[in-house]
């Protein structure tokens, strides 16, 4: 490896790094799960979305910008290289549907679909107005010490909902407000907005106050930006919203939804997380 | 035909008709599209919706019972038989994830994953509780002549957010809240429940009180209930609650809700809809 390589990949923002792919053929990719995003066990699920994501955006025929992507967490990733295929199932005049999985060791321990389309000028509007709640700048940063690596690659203000300061199974609703970005200035993009989408903690630990031993089993976003609305956000705040509807037979859900600064519904978020309780 | 098998297809409900798979492999099967379920352009979404898990269901390699379910409709389908390919492609100590797809002449018309478990007793909790509304009772059928067939197939009473009486551009939110069953007597199960998720009109017609072209081109549903509790339902009516939370750039996103009348949380669900405007 040339010295020149070296510089550039360690100049290289952490979240580009994880999600990077590099194509063996087409729509074949192999990637590397990263230590600055490691989890409990394997590394942040938002960051193996942005990355059966992004075996979407690398792939030469892609047609338009997401619109919706679901993934599944088959099994949580081992620390090393990992598999990916992204396949166009059926291409249409202005949408594509996509088939995406991540594989190691021969078993698949990711599941993906993704619709893509043609953004075009419509009618709009948003109907899920953005709370009123304080400027970031108002907001202080937590003083807790993050107990995985990959929390410290975020910023993440509370307004309401944060981590318990007391896990003494006092909790009495699931609803975080947060303002949210990237530690490392990095322009939000499409992957940065899908990662972003899976950053709140579970809503179980703050629902009950108590820290049970979870897992997303399977995450959707809805695109309501594009790229080029992401470009003009450059480094700024997203305010995130999460909430559970129903925890049940080890299971929960989380809705969710990503404001910009200035009050744009940017994604609109929904998982279902195993816990063990 | 003997006269036997005729008689019995005859008396078979409708619905169970329509979602009826026959194997010929291992989770390969095939199917037709009911006249029964007609829409405008090919079959209503929530019966292809209730094929796909179908075809989970009858794998004999199934485990546990369905928590997430996504489906992509990536083209209408055409009046006439189809295939559907049911795949497990990781099965874990409790869970099991499957991809599905149905296909017509060659050709991918949806695409699905599917994440099912075995249900045990946990702690647990509803925290979206149902709104308070009148019961079924209390409200009126509709008096509109349905347009398309399928809606034929289900009683809808509407409480808040019917269809628009007057197509004068002078919508002012997207929230429809009303009972709902099937038509003919049927026990509820996870298939039913599956299709109730895509019963709702399409929100823009209500936001806007204009009559759009539109077309769901991804569906989740997350079930909170398992076949014995939707059981102990038979033939009872399910309250759905639903709108949309943003319409941008010829797409809308759609966020569910669908209780017993007795309060429990059944299941929720998120679509995302191509409209022209």
Not at 57 to 74: D, M, W, Y
Not at 91 to 108: D, I, K, M, P, Y
Not at 188 to 196: E, K, P, S, V
Request: net charge neutral; hydrophobic share 45%; proline share 7%.
């Amino acid at each position: 490896m040339r010295f020149g390589t070296l510089v550039a990949m360690n100049m290289q923002h952490p979240f580009d790094q994880a999600v990077a792919l590099a194509p063996t053929a087409e729509g074949v990719y192999t990637g590397a799960t990263s230590p600055a995003f490691a989890n409990m066990v394997g590394p942040f699920g938002g960051v193996t979305t942005a990355v059966a994501l992004n075996a979407v955006l690398q792939h030469p025929a892609l047609l338009g910008e997401p619109v919706a992507l679901t993934v599944n967490f088959c099994a949580a990733l081992a620390d090393g290289t990992f598999g990916a295929t992204a396949k166009p199932v059926r291409t249409n005049r202005s949408t594509q549907h996509w088939v995406v999985e991540l594989s190691q060791a021969g078993e698949v321990v990711m599941t993906a679909t993704a619709m893509t389309a043609a953004r075009r000028e419509t009618w709009g509007v948003d109907d899920e107005p953005m709370p009123a709640v304080p400027t970031p700048h108002a907001v202080p940063d937590p003083n807790h010490t993050p107990q995985v690596e990959w929390v410290r690659r975020y910023q993440m203000r509370f307004i309401e909902g944060a981590l318990p300061a007391d896990w003494d199974g006092g909790g009495v609703h699931s609803q975080t407000r947060l303002w949210m970005r990237e530690s490392a200035p990095r322009p939000l993009d499409l992957c940065g907005l899908a990662a972003l989408a899976d950053v709140f903690f579970p809503r179980i630990w703050l629902r009950r106050a108590t820290r049970v031993p979870v897992g997303t089993v399977s995450m959707t976003v809805y695109f309501h930006a594009g790229s080029a609305q992401l470009a003009e956000l450059g480094h700024g705040w997203v305010l995130g919203q999460a909430r559970a509807q129903a925890f049940r037979n080890g299971f929960f859900d989380q809705t969710a939804q990503l404001w910009s600064e200035g009050g744009h519904l940017l994604a609109n978020s929904h998982q279902v997380v195993y816990y063990k309780a």
